[in-house]
């Protein structure tokens, strides 16, 4: 083929690689393929069930739920017209699925309603489970039914002195047997009903329809809200309002973070063309470096979207970087001097493939180990990083065979070296190099880690601030601690609860534990019914004589001698269906408190303290008060993806050795291990914390710093200077990555940070290396 | 209806301005309607000297009764009144608990010290912000939830206070105060005959000095 026919093909090629990725590109749907839920960064199907239903709650349920404060000031008439039109034009708003102001007591009659009506249903069985326990316990010399209706009345005796006696005077009548106000202390602290007490806020709770991570949860949400409040400040001009939802705090980040994505790609490319343009002799030739950084991110993109379903919005955050590693291949291809004059392109790239390709397949082995990750995000951004590597190294290779003079001379002072040798110089970077190593040895012992999922967000102060005020109004505390409770049914899930409430009792006595799950029996207290009713004929007669005996009029309790025959008449219900009949009537925030459907059972409960120790795996229950258990997730993938980098880390040594031999190969590995050590032991010494982005730019930083080892050690071998792509490859990487420190996502911050500072310190080291070794060499 | 029982309980804290006082002496019927707070108003005079008795010291004895029974249940104790605190009462039998009536609401604390809070309820508003004035004899907040019958006997006299609001009327009942002089001697939150609570004032001190450690045991 003639050079210019092979000129062109390569031109076709190009062409049609870029118009095919660019097409993929322009018919995705970005809505659907590109994330922001921080949620999504968690493995759909994470190992720990918990944290696998933790995730879906928080994703399907509780993320759906608005609060809203009104303040209005004035006489009661006008606050209650304010809210009224609040909630009437939510409620008339297809984007809310219920609004409920909670001064309304109307859900949690209905919920009391439905107890008091199931009540023998409910919470008999239990109650019999803990007579016949302690009867059992005794001599047993006094038939069942008889001790039974003596402790009764001794009990209703001994509650009529309590305090809380007053309030349930109206139904002792119906329940003396106390089943309804020994379950009203197990469910204090679920209610957020609040009164509308003098000038405070008026609360309102809602359940959006739509997803707030996604459009239709955000937008029509918005409109809705703000109708609402302009319905609100007709009813009262100075009513002022204040709200939280997911959706309106995802909406602000997702807004921030597409800022970032744009501002932070234009930095990055600008930032690495004018680097390349300061140090190549003509600024207008440092153009042909754009293709490479180009293809790399087209490849990338590419390749990342249609790997995986959905893609979190930090890959392309983070892949903003892959332009200053990218251009690496250009560098090392463009800058090269040719071996003699007129050195056809063949030649120089049969000449230079070894080190290109020993440099980008060891990143790419090393990044493709992350495919193995458990998180999706770590896995996205191997392939991201991957990809975009082989698409920089495809470009560079292709575009460079199709311009007619593929090598462009740096300016002096970007291949200027040191050609003294003066003691003083040697001992200096003798110095340099034994203090980075003491660093590198010792800083890393100083080392803190911890991961915090808000670090994936852009902060928003602001809101931020107005949610926590909110949620402060709904009762939120940190004094006390949410826990929730699973099942595959709802009898693995009551008797879950009734072991995490066994454990709760124990760890902490005294402490308080609501839940509505202790409106339900467990199965065994349920099934025991028949057995424990068996021969109890003459509870009824045994507890009229009791009662008298203790002073109260028998007759007064014709309510409840009523019920109890018909309801021992009555066919039992089954105990899902009777599950699902109290849940049911559940409406509002009580509707968070418990769910009875198929593979899917949960009870959320309350405890009056801080968190403390998470409780046992048999319990079936995790703490989801705040986002602990989520960092703690974190932590755990970090130390996976500690793992995965350890592996890949050998391998890329591995490599080196099979390529270069043993000595060679370990003293080429030696520079970026050490590197990274060093940026570890620096910041280490200076008391920075750690998190698993720090251990991702680590990892990459290594995989880049490997490729100045390798051109390096290529031109030593020939007994060259070191070529001056590293440095312009150096300079570059830590200018993009530099700028990812700008970033207002501290986990992209910290992952910019950390490259540069790897990328810069093998750079030094590559230029001081030969400065000690000076003298030794000539003697 | 733990709510519920909150307000309830609150009635018991009304005791808290009791003055000390031999005998109850009750007048058997309520007077007639009075204007709270009107200047000049015969009653003003007997306001102000309960309004002003500072901290408050006193032993009682609660009779609960209750239509299905057929004696009430006797409760004992003692109640503690401190300004800026609010009230705490420690029924002493038949078990030891202590009860708080503040500003933020009303709390229960059992003998080992564990604090239970009883939230308000939303369907009579804020029983605490209707009931406090009662504690404090303040006339002008008084007058905003309540109708007040008084009659006077001499030097003894009863004060009736009737809830405006029907929600609250259907909670609380009618609140009766019986006293002498500037002394109270009796309670009662009446809702029928067979359902009342009757609040008997044994002994009480009047400007007491409460210690950091009652303050601490007994408020919060």
């Not at chain 1, 993929?24 to 968690?42: E, F, G, M, P």
């Not at chain 1, 490729?707 to 050690?713: G, P």
Request: hydrophobic share 50%.
């Amino acid at each position: 083929m003639s050079y210019f026919r092979q000129k062109w093909f390569v031109r076709l090629l190009l062409a049609v690689m870029a118009l095919g990725g660019l097409a993929w590109l322009a018919h995705l749907d970005y809505n659907r393929k590109i994330s922001t839920n921080v949620l999504d960064l968690i493995p759909t199907d994470e190992r720990a069930p918990e944290l696998a239903l933790t995730r879906e709650l928080a994703s399907e349920e509780q993320s759906r739920v608005a609060l809203f404060a009104l303040d209005v000031r004035g006489i009661p008439a006008r606050r209650e017209a304010a809210v009224d039109a609040f909630v009437r034009t939510l409620r008339d708003s297809p984007a809310f699925d219920e609004v409920v102001a909670l001064h309304d007591t109307a859900a949690r009659d209905a919920l009391g309603k439905q107890v008091f009506k199931q009540r023998l249903d409910l919470l008999l069985p239990g109650w019999l489970e803990n007579n016949w326990k302690e009867y059992s316990a005794g001599d047993r010399h006094e038939p069942w039914a008889d001790w039974l209706a003596e402790r009764v009345a001794v009990r209703l005796q001994e509650y009529l002195g309590t305090p809380e006696a007053l309030a349930f005077q109206e139904i002792l009548p119906a329940d003396p047997l106390l089943l309804l106000p020994k379950l009203i202390d197990s469910v204090q602290g679920l209610d957020a009903t609040a009164p509308a007490q003098g000038d405070a806020p008026m609360l309102i709770w809602a359940r959006t329809k739509g997803s707030p991570w996604k459009d239709e949860g955000q937008g029509p949400v918005f409109v809705a809200v703000r109708q609402a409040e302009a319905a609100a400040l007709a009813a009262a001009p100075d009513a002022k309002l204040r709200w939280v939802s997911i959706g309106r705090i995802a909406s602000a980040s997702r807004e921030r973070i597409e800022h970032e994505l744009s501002g932070l790609n234009l930095l990055s490319l600008a930032a690495v063309m004018g680097i390349a343009a300061l140090c190549l002799r003509r600024v207008d030739k440092a153009l042909h470096l754009a293709p490479v950084m180009l293809g790399g991110l087209l490849g990338a993109w590419v390749a990342t979207t249609l790997l995986f379903d959905r893609v979190h919005i930090l890959v392309f955050v983070v892949g903003s970087l892959l332009g200053g590693v990218a251009v690496d291949y250009g560098f090392y291809l463009y800058l090269q001097p040719p071996a003699f004059p007129d050195e056809p392109y063949g030649a120089k790239v049969g000449r230079l493939i070894k080190p290109l390709l020993a440099s980008a397949l060891t990143t790419v082995i090393g990044f493709s180990l992350l495919l193995f990750s458990e998180l999706p995000l770590i896995r996205q951004l191997g392939v991201f990083v991957s990809a975009g590597l082989l698409s920089a190294l495809a470009t560079a290779l292709l575009w460079f065979a199709q311009v007619g003079t593929p090598f462009m001379q740096t300016r002096g002072f970007a291949r200027a070296r040191f050609t003294g040798d003066h003691p003083i110089v040697r001992r200096f970077a003798l110095g340099l190099l034994l203090a980075g190593t003491l660093v590198a040895l010792g800083g890393p012992w100083f080392l803190h880690w911890r991961d915090d999922i808000r670090e994936l967000e852009i902060p928003t102060p602001a809101l931020q601030t107005e949610a926590k005020d909110v949620r402060t109004l709904f009762g939120e505390d940190a004094q006390r601690t949410l826990f929730i409770t699973r099942g595959n049914n709802v009898a693995t899930a009551r008797a879950s609860l009734a072991r995490f409430e066994a454990w709760h009792a124990h760890e902490h006595p005294g402490e308080t534990l609501a839940s509505l799950g202790n409106a339900l029996p467990t199965l065994a207290a349920w099934q025991a019914v028949p057995e424990r009713l068996g021969g109890f004929d003459m509870f009824v007669p045994s507890l009229r004589a009791a009662l008298e005996r203790h002073g109260f009029e028998a007759a007064a309790f014709a309510p409840f001698f009523s019920e109890w025959q018909t309801w021992r008449a009555a066919p039992r219900p089954e105990y899902e269906a009777m599950a699902g009949s109290l849940v049911a009537v559940l409406r509002g925030p009580l509707q968070m408190m418990a769910s009875v459907g198929p593979g899917r059972c949960w009870f959320f409960s309350i405890v009056s303290h801080p968190p403390g120790r998470e409780p046992p795996a048999d319990t079936s229950t995790v703490n989801v008060s705040g986002l602990e258990n989520m960092n703690q997730l974190f932590g755990r993938y970090r130390v996976s993806a500690l793992r995965l980098s350890a592996w890949g880390l050998g391998l890329v040594g591995l490599s080196m050795a099979v390529l270069y031999g043993v000595w060679r190969g370990a003293k080429i590995f030696a520079l970026p291990v050490g590197s990274c050590l060093f940026a570890f032991g620096l910041l280490g010494l200076t008391g920075q914390t750690l998190n698993l982005f720090h251990l991702l730019g680590a990892f990459l930083g290594v995989c880049l710093s490997h490729n100045y080892a390798i051109f390096t050690a290529e031109n030593a071998a020939r007994g060259e200077e070191s070529p001056p792509s590293i440095r312009l490859s150096a300079l570059t990487t830590a200018a993009s990555f530099g700028i990812l420190g700008l970033s207002k996502i501290p986990v992209v911050k910290a992952l910019g940070a950390t490259v540069a500072l790897i990328v810069l310190t093998a750079l030094v080291a590559v230029e001081l290396v030969p400065l000690a070794r000076r003298k030794s060499n000539r003697s | 209806m733990i709510r519920s029982c909150a307000i309830v309980i609150v009635y018991l804290a009304v005791f808290a301005f009791c003055g000390a006082a031999d005998a109850p002496s009750p007048l058997a019927e309520p007077g007639p309607l009075v204007e709270l707070g009107g200047a000049g108003s015969d009653w003003q005079p007997l306001f102000e000297k309960l309004a002003a008795q500072g901290n408050v010291f006193s032993h009682f004895t609660e009779n609960r009764w209750f239509p299905f029974k057929k004696i009430p249940v006797v409760l004992k104790g003692e109640m503690r009144l401190a300004a800026g605190r609010g009230m705490s009462l420690r029924y002493t039998q038949p078990e030891d608990r202590t009860m708080i009536v503040d500003e933020r609401g009303v709390l229960l604390r059992d003998d080992r010290g564990h604090s239970r809070e009883v939230p308000p309820d939303p369907r009579s508003g804020n029983i605490n912000a209707a009931l406090l004035p009662v504690l404090r004899f303040d006339q002008k907040e008084l007058g905003k939830t309540f109708l007040l019958h008084a009659v006077r006997v001499g030097g003894a006299w009863r004060l009736d206070f009737v809830p405006r609001d029907a929600a609250l009327a259907k909670i609380v009942g009618r609140i009766i105060v019986w006293g002498e002089e500037a002394k109270v001697q009796q309670l009662e939150f009446r809702r029928s005959n067979s359902q009342r609570v009757e609040i008997i004032i044994d002994d009480s001190q009047a400007g007491v000095v409460f210690s950091d450690a009652d303050q601490n045991r007994f408020f919060r």
